[in-house]
């Protein structure tokens, strides 16, 4: 199947786009005022019940206000960044070490099974992985 059957290409005429002539009520027509350009004093009337609107208003008037607090602004969200990637990482190598040590105690766990069923500690050695002084241990603590 070609891949232009699954494509799709929307071109919106944003000078096109009269303000009087649409529907305030639906939320593409307000993107495409506010990336259009229009009025600021107009912007409370877009951003009602849009949140998500009301916050790419307050970030960009917040970065066209000076050098300075775009830079700042741009730090800010670097040092949100990293501590998201830094937490992610955090928690992959966490469940790494979780599945590392729930590995070992499973084969603690067949070992003691093993035993259980008087299979020879060689035997178990083997199919477990572990040592023999290991699965001694283990068995000590069996009785």
């Known amino acids: ?79 949100l960044h990293d501590e998201v990637s830094m937490l992610y990482g955090a928690r992959e190598e966490g469940k790494a070490e979780g599945r590392a040590e729930g590995k070992a105690e499973g084969k603690f766990e067949v070992a003691r099974n093993m035993l259980g069923e008087g299979i020879a500690v060689s035997l178990i050695s083997r199919m477990t992985g572990l040592s023999e002084q290991e699965i001694e241990r283990l068995q000590g603590q069996q009785h």
């Open 1 to 79: 199947m070609p891949l232009i059957d699954d494509i799709e290409l929307h071109f919106i005429e944003l000078p096109k786009l009269k303000e009087n002539a649409v529907s305030l009520e639906e939320d593409l027509v307000k993107w495409l005022l506010f990336l259009k350009g229009t009025e600021k004093e107009k912007w409370e009337v877009l951003a009602m019940n849009e949140p998500q609107l009301r916050k790419a208003m307050d970030t960009l008037e917040f970065l066209s206000q000076n050098d300075e607090a775009r830079r700042l602004y741009e730090m800010r969200q670097k040092a």
